[in-house]
């Protein structure tokens, strides 16, 4: 199918492209922008006026519980590249596990899945997965999700053996022993309301051990969802140094502190914990600097799971819905401009993966977003696509609402018929 797309701001940070111009797409891919090319006669025209016009978001975190009701969930925010976490049941550690995700995906025909492959057998972090045969399943980088490789001896060899092929690894900085019993951030509210606590150090003093056997090992190292300035500041000077890290936060922990714990409020409960205010400002910083990707940490949780006292909930919320509009809401708020913002949910996390994809060169797979930048709306159960319905910001106002989602070419998300 041909499809022109009209009247819209197209904004392709990769490309430095940020201006009204239509945009052509052919047999799945771009075809050309701004001028209609030779022969193109559009079989679907679309009236983007007053909209934004950019590459498909890629998400670098989220729990596919319900792969038909979270893919469903990702495109309806935007989404079109899903980077999985190896934490199913079972694991992905074996290669059969993967490609069965793959094709399933591709079957149902939304978004796109990009498998994390276990790093060790079971996620125990003993043994060695098969991580060649997990490439060849179309995994796109190794990790424990959030569990920790307590043996750093293990983890020393895994992480060489990862840079002998040139596999990217994924590791969730926190120490085992330092965050074991905790259930919130060790700082006030904790101590007010009686919580044990996760210091700090538990997230840097995982970092320093990573960022060393890193640097031993040449490997490619990806931190995920950091949550401290303190672990942030250790990434940049990484960088700085020239070290091959990079690393991404949550959405959440760009807008979200400890006090949203209040009284118990379970769904402020998040692994790695909700910090202090410092915190969320010096990663609100880090993102406004580039420094760090931006991703939903979407973990779908049932209301049961919620309902529960705050130490025995489920940590997590979903995110795929509303990591768009969050992320326009921290950029107005630390004056970052629409196309730098965009850049870390598309440019950004394609080159942590190194994956041609987050852009709109002609060519390029026709992954596109179209949303609405001043539409308002409010997250709630019934508007949420996604089996997960908690989220902190439920019933809030956000602003900036998806209106149509194309996938290599074909409309997967259509706004209009979005049940109100």
């Not at 199918?1 to 009209?6: D, L, Q, T, V």
């Not at 094709?103 to 060695?128: F, M, N, S, W, Y």
């Not at 990663?283 to 309902?307: E, F, M, Q, R, Y």
Request: proline residues 5%; glycine residues 10%.
């Amino acid at each position: 199918m041909k499809i022109a797309i009209r009247n819209g701001r197209l904004i392709d940070s990769k490309h430095g492209l940020d201006h009204n111009a239509d945009l052509f797409i052919a047999d799945g891919k771009v075809a050309g922008i701004g001028q209609t090319p030779a022969g193109f006669s559009a079989d679907r025209s679309i009236d983007a006026a007053g909209c934004i016009v950019c590459p498909g978001l890629i998400d670098l975190g989220a729990r596919l519980n319900s792969i038909e009701a979270e893919l469903a969930a990702a495109v309806a925010g935007g989404v079109t590249s899903v980077v999985v976490p190896p934490d199913l049941d079972p694991p992905l550690d074996e290669p059969e596990l993967a490609d069965r995700l793959v094709h399933r995906a591709a079957d149902i025909g939304l978004a796109r899945v990009l498998p994390l492959g276990a790093l060790t057998i079971g996620l125990k972090g003993e043994r060695l997965a098969e991580l060649a045969g997990l490439a060849k399943a179309g995994c796109v980088a190794f990790s424990q999700a959030n569990r920790q490789v307590v043996d750093t001896e293990a983890l020393l060899r895994a992480l060489e053996y990862a840079a002998t092929f040139g596999f990217a690894v994924w590791l969730q900085p926190q120490d085992y022993w330092l965050s074991r019993n905790g259930i919130a951030h060790d700082g006030e509210v904790a101590s007010r309301l009686g919580l044990a606590g996760i210091p700090v150090s538990a997230e840097t003093v995982a970092i320093a051990t990573f960022l060393q056997l890193a640097r031993e090992t040449g490997v490619h190292l990806h931190l995920t969802r950091l949550s401290s300035a303190a672990g942030m500041k250790q990434v940049e000077r990484a960088q700085a140094e020239g070290q091959r890290v990079t690393c991404d936060v949550g959405i959440h922990h760009l807008h979200l502190t400890e006090n949203d714990i209040g009284f118990f409020n379970s769904q402020a409960r998040f692994d790695p914990p909700l910090r202090a205010q410092s915190d969320r400002s010096a990663l609100a910083a880090a993102a406004a600097a580039g420094t760090a990707a931006i991703c939903s940490d979407h973990t779908p949780v049932g209301a049961d799971d919620k309902l529960l006292p705050f130490g025995e909930a489920k940590p997590g919320a979903t995110g795929l819905e509303v990591l768009l509009p969050l992320t326009l809401k921290w950029a107005r708020e630390s004056q970052v401009g629409l196309a730098d913002a965009l850049a870390r949910l598309t440019a950004d996390p394609a080159a942590i993966l190194g994956i041609d994809a987050g852009h709109l060169g002609v060519g390029a797979h026709a992954d596109v977003c179209i949303f609405d930048p001043l539409a308002d709306w409010r997250p709630t159960a019934e508007t949420l696509v996604s089996k997960g319905k908690n989220t902190p910001f439920l019933g809030l106002e956000l602003q900036g609402r998806v209106r149509l989602t194309l996938a290599k070419g074909r409309v997967v998300f259509d706004g209009e018929r979005r049940g109100h």
